[in-house]
């Protein structure tokens, strides 16, 4: 008996714990945003890996490594002011896939062809779409982000 009173007690402050964490972590009082995406810390975690924007163009691309794998990922803009990144590890077998051109990511290994704006399938043999970053504009810096799900 005694054992769970202690146990309540104990999970009521991991509760409180956590709920100031909540209430003083944020600097402001706006509407609900997205919890799970982290605020911008760019300098918190060791380096964000960051380009500069002018070095993806529409249509282009610019390659970073993923600080937590070291897999490559593209930076891509597939529209004027929407970037995102996509890995680079084909989700077939892992070979490398190349640069995005015209719209698509091509696997040399077995021809495989992923959408360069949502990294979904075009053409098999893979099933599975490249894994999606976020990608933030910070002034003339973009700056990769953690990985969508
Ligand atoms: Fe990319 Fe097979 S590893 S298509």
């Known amino acids: 008996m005694d054992g769970g009173i202690a146990a309540v007690a104990i999970g009521g402050a991991?509760?409180?714990?956590?709920?100031?964490?909540?209430t003083f972590g944020r600097a402001k009082h706006s509407a609900p945003q997205q919890s799970a995406a982290p605020a911008t810390t760019p300098a918190q975690s060791g380096p964000a890996p960051s380009v500069a924007a002018a070095s993806v163009p529409v249509g282009g691309s610019a390659q970073v490594k993923d600080p937590a794998t070291g897999d490559a990922v593209y930076i891509v803009q597939p529209k004027a002011g929407q970037y995102c990144g996509l890995?680079?590890?084909?989700?077939?077998?892992?070979?490398a896939v190349d640069a995005p051109k015209n719209g698509q990511l091509y696997?040399?290994?077995?021809?495989?062809?992923?959408?360069?704006?949502?990294?979904?399938?075009?053409?098999?043999?893979?099933?599975?779409?490249?894994?999606?970053?976020?990608?933030?504009?910070d002034g003339d810096k973009l700056n990769l982000g953690p990985l969508r799900s």
């Open 14 to 22: 991991g509760l409180l714990t956590g709920s100031l964490t909540r």
């Open 87 to 95: 890995s680079a590890v084909c989700t077939h077998s892992g070979c």
């Open 107 to 137: 696997c040399p290994c077995h021809g495989s062809r992923f959408d360069a704006a949502t990294g979904a399938v075009v053409n098999g043999p893979a099933v599975k779409p490249l894994p999606k970053y976020t990608v933030t504009q």
